[in-house]
């Protein structure tokens, strides 16, 4: 437990890089815009300083604690910090009575709690009636879903904002930020490529104090050349500055040796990121899946966004594989939430999982084949009017003009199935669905064949 006092020591290098580059104010925040920009309810409430009881919730280094102190730095009250997992129920009753006494003078007490799911019930408990009776206004910060980590009585009186994964984007500016600050490396030339900063980003996947905490390791870790003998190799591996200070040159071999990853560096809008998702798309495509798990792997440990991955291969799991196996469409859905839920490199597994099922399923592309013919109808085509009998009648004036005339029931018929039409008169009994006998699909194809049968019958017989 302890009072907050930030950026005393700013200037103090000795700090771990992503603390001296702790953002001071929201300008300097990166992220998180959907509740810290302009005009967006969290920056309104800080600015203000109408703090009420909340907590933040995401994953680790997105800026939880960060807006905490930014909200100390900005608010009038008194600002108190307890970490979860050193602090005691003694500890609360004491911050507590504090509170209640500063209350009676008409100051306010702020209680900042790092972690806050990592408290149990009874200390969750020791919280509540001082936050009811507005003694003090609780900031928690938790990475797990506050839903099942805290008491549903706290809980219900916090606002939880969800703070979400930076994007790659994100990181490299902070990334650029740390080596342009005086805070940072601002005071030092250091040289690095646009490649390597990807790449670090990308190795980050969305933790601020990642990104930072190995961006310092290789700083220190890489060559310092006096800058009266910059060598070729620097020169071109560099952004380059002037001045006459020390040249810290970092190179893609330093970002290989501090991270124990092989950098797989491609541009992820240029000709090699397509490559890679048209290499893994039909390798699946060709059941060969060993080749495309292992496209998988090039692409994610190059860097790239897992959900980008899980959305083409849930399109694949329809286009490619269809009805062949209905299963492939839901496991690569499931595999998509996992992605966005948990992130690299947990989710890494349950693309595995969907690549390699879509790889081995039975093909088909008769869906895709269908639409694309039915579209080229819609297009081309004159666009009729709905037939009138599978038209909806909600008004009296409607079913006066006959809408909804002759509209059968299905579900009151004894095979389930009615006589009736529903495409426009132009396109009466065109087909666009041709299944195939793969896998699943085969049912599908008797069912599909079956009711075109009964169809049949059942225009011989109005003959």
Excluded at 201 to 226: K, Q, W, Y
Excluded at 243 to 265: A, H, M, P, V
Aim: hydrophobic share 40%; glycine share 6%.
């Amino acid at each position: 437990m302890s009072q907050i006092s930030i950026f005393d020591e700013e200037k103090d290098n000795s700090r771990p890089l992503a603390a001296r580059m702790r953002p001071r104010n929201l300008d300097e925040f990166v992220g998180q815009q959907h509740l810290v920009g302009e005009g967006r309810v969290l920056r309104n409430i800080i600015e203000r300083d109408n703090i009420s009881s909340m907590i933040f919730w995401g994953p680790p280094g997105v800026g939880k604690t960060t807006l905490a102190q930014i909200i100390a730095a900005k608010t009038d009250a008194q600002f108190i910090t307890f970490s979860a997992v050193t602090s005691g129920i003694k500890d609360i009753k004491t911050v507590m009575q504090q509170a209640e006494r500063m209350k009676v003078v008409g100051a306010r007490t702020i209680v900042f709690v790092d972690e806050i799911h990592r408290f149990n019930k009874a200390q969750q408990d020791a919280f509540l009636p001082f936050v009811e009776k507005g003694s003090i206004i609780l900031i928690g910060a938790t990475t797990e879903n506050p839903s099942f980590e805290v008491n549903g009585a706290l809980l219900s009186r916090c606002k939880v904002f969800v703070l979400h994964q930076l994007t790659s984007e994100d990181i490299e500016q902070l990334i650029r930020n740390a080596i342009r600050d005086p805070r940072g490396f601002g005071e030092q030339d250091v040289r690095i490529s646009d490649d390597v900063i990807t790449a670090l980003a990308g190795f980050a996947n969305g933790d601020a104090r990642t990104a930072l905490s190995t961006l310092e390791m290789m700083v220190l870790n890489a060559e310092h050349i006096p800058s009266n003998t910059e060598s070729d190799d620097a020169a071109a591996e560099s952004t380059v500055t002037e001045g006459g200070r020390e040249i810290i040159n970092i190179t893609t071999e330093d970002f290989e040796q501090c991270t124990s990853r092989k950098s797989l560096l491609y541009d992820k809008q240029g000709e090699e990121h397509y490559n890679l998702i048209s290499a893994l798309h039909k390798s699946m495509r060709n059941s060969d899946a060993d080749a495309a798990v292992y496209w998988l792997a090039r692409m994610l440990e190059a860097g790239e966004d897992p959900i980008y991955i899980a959305r083409r291969v849930t399109r694949f799991a329809a286009e490619d594989v269809g009805l062949a196996d209905p299963r492939a469409l839901e496991l690569s859905v499931a595999a998509f939430q996992a992605c966005h839920l948990i992130g690299m490199p947990e989710c890494s597994v349950h693309l595995s999982e969907a690549v390699i099922y879509n790889a081995l399923a039975p093909k088909s592309n008769a869906m895709e084949i269908a639409y694309i013919e039915a579209s080229r109808d819609a297009r081309e085509q004159l666009a009729e009017p709905v037939p009138m009998q599978i038209r909806n009648a909600p008004t009296k004036l409607m079913k006066e003009l006959d809408y909804g005339k002759g509209y059968i029931y299905a579900h009151d018929t004894e095979d389930k199935i009615a006589d009736m039409e529903c495409l426009p008169d132009s396109l009466r009994g065109k087909e666009y669905y041709h299944p195939t006998e793969q896998g699943f699909e085969l049912r599908f194809k008797e069912r599909y064949e079956a009711i075109k049968k009964w169809r049949a019958e059942q225009k011989k017989k109005k003959k």
